[in-house]
């Protein structure tokens, strides 16, 4: 059974290597694997071949319609489309580019500061939209001529927008949190809650990688010119709506004032209130926010469902059982084993999508998780978990930068397509250090993204 599981995460590679959509490659492996084992097993019990064919197929079918009912029918999946609302209407009511001009007006006239005015913006945009892409895409657009004007280096230019973008997988709310959340069956809010305070001082280490890159080559991010005060307090008046907006969601799942549900409800009808009120919601930018967000929305689920699909199918395999205890007989420790884990999603992610490794990975890495104990408590085994989520988290951040893949660096390279691919990959390593940094400081203090949660009020 054990080889049948490697056979079934190789053909499901080697479709993903052809281009195969993630989530119908899953469906299709779950399916045929599903197939193959339970006919498998009830062959060896004495059944006949017809029988156990059979026998096999109606497990796979009832799987695949059972899962699909599940995953489509899950209440707290609301908070998908919610929060892809949410991030469309803020782009259109231009809460986008008012984050943006607030961070200028107070850090644009530093050396590096139209950089570090992006990484803030990113920051402040991953707050409302939970999208790396939709961040990258959208700040993009608003710093990169900013930085052409004032003749930054290419490399620090588009590497603070392809680094700054991935913020909106780390930042609350966070698509990838939510699928984790639902694959390890964790609370939305507490992993949301448990992504603050890393968010935070991963966007602080991005500003420190971007000065001492402008330390070393002050040529590379020229300060601009100072606003004066009365410029400031406009911008920063105007970027309130955002405030109230990210304040009311995030504080309300904190307070357990609002599920997480109820919370990207209120945050995607109070960022429809400043676009109707800026008056920026004409019918066609209305019916292409509403597209943009079924298809996402769409994307998201069909993933979801896959993910059903295919886990049930290596808990047949009793792979990842042998994995467990393979990877808890070697003699290096939990953190010798938590290192390999990590490096291994290094090596994916230079050729894997962010969401798509995080489906493929979970159902297989954490069994091993939950047998170590990485000095958490026995009765904390929930902090655990929601720990070890933003640790994927991030080193799915640092693949979506890493080459060749780098999904964020494409998504620049469209924007600014007169910059080399290599000047971009260039620009991206010292925000890559950074996040390394941020991994080894999430190990050695592990309360840097639990303490949140457990303060949690319900």
């Known amino acids: 059974m054990t080889a049948l599981g490697v056979l079934g995460l190789l053909c499901l590679f080697l479709l993903l290597a052809l281009r195969f959509p993630v989530a119908l490659a899953m469906i299709l492996i779950g399916v045929v694997g599903t197939i193959v084992a339970t006919a498998n097993r009830f062959l060896l019990l004495g059944m006949s071949s017809e029988q156990a064919w059979a026998r096999g197929l109606k497990t796979a079918m009832s799987n695949l319609s059972g899962e699909t ?26 809460m986008s580019a008012d984050l943006f001009t607030a961070a200028y007006r107070w850090m644009g006239h530093m050396k590096g500061g139209l950089a570090s005015a992006t990484i803030a913006a990113c920051a402040g945009f991953a707050a409302l939209s939970g999208s790396s ?28 927008v392809a680094a700054g973008g991935t913020l909106g997988f780390l930042i609350p709310p966070s698509g990838g949190m939510i699928i984790y959340a639902v694959l390890t069956e964790q609370s939305i809010g507490r992993l949301f809650m448990a992504g603050v305070i890393p968010g935070i001082l991963m966007t602080l280490l991005f500003m420190a990688a971007i000065y001492l890159t402008v330390l070393r080559r002050p040529d590379a991010g020229p300060p601009g010119p100072r606003a004066s005060w009365p410029e400031r307090r406009s911008a920063t008046l105007a970027a309130l709506p955002f405030v109230a907006v990210v304040g009311l969601t995030i504080g309300g799942m904190y307070t357990g004032f609002f599920t997480p ?64 205890s393979l990877m808890t007989s070697l003699p290096i420790g939990d953190y010798g084993i938590l290192l390999i884990i990590i490096l291994i999603y290094m090596f994916l992610g230079m050729f894997l999508e962010g969401i798509a490794m995080l489906v493929l990975t979970i159902p297989v890495v954490l069994p091993i998780i939950a047998a170590l104990d ?57 925000f890559w250090f950074a996040m390394a940094f941020m991994l080894l400081l999430l190990t050695l203090f592990p309360q840097i993204a639990i303490f949140l949660p457990q303060t949690m009020v319900g």
Do not use: C, H
């Open 261 to 324: 549900v109820e919370a990207s409800s209120v945050g995607a009808f109070l960022t429809l209130l400043v676009a109707l009120w800026r008056r920026s919601l004409a019918f066609r930018a209305l019916r292409e926010v509403i597209l943009q967000t079924v298809k996402a929305s769409a994307t998201v689920f069909l993933i979801i469902i896959g993910a059903f699909i295919f886990i049930p199918f290596m808990s047949i395999t009793e792979l990842p059982g042998q994995l467990v």
């Open 374 to 430: 990485f000095g958490f408590d026995p009765s904390m085994a929930d902090m655990k978990m929601i720990w070890f989520g933003i640790v994927v988290v991030i080193v799915l951040e640092m693949g979506m930068i890493s080459p060749p893949v780098g999904l964020n660096v494409f998504v620049v390279k469209s924007i600014a397509p007169g910059v080399p691919m290599g000047q971009i990959f260039r620009g991206i390593w010292p």
């Open 69 to 94: 009912f599940e995953a489509a029918s899950n209440y707290n999946l609301l908070v998908i489309p919610m929060f892809v609302l949410m991030g469309n209407l803020a782009g259109v009511s231009g």
């Open 133 to 160: 892409l939709a961040a990258a895409i959208t700040m993009g657009r608003v710093a990169l001529p900013e930085m052409k004007k004032f003749k930054y280096a290419d490399s620090l230019a588009t590497g603070s």
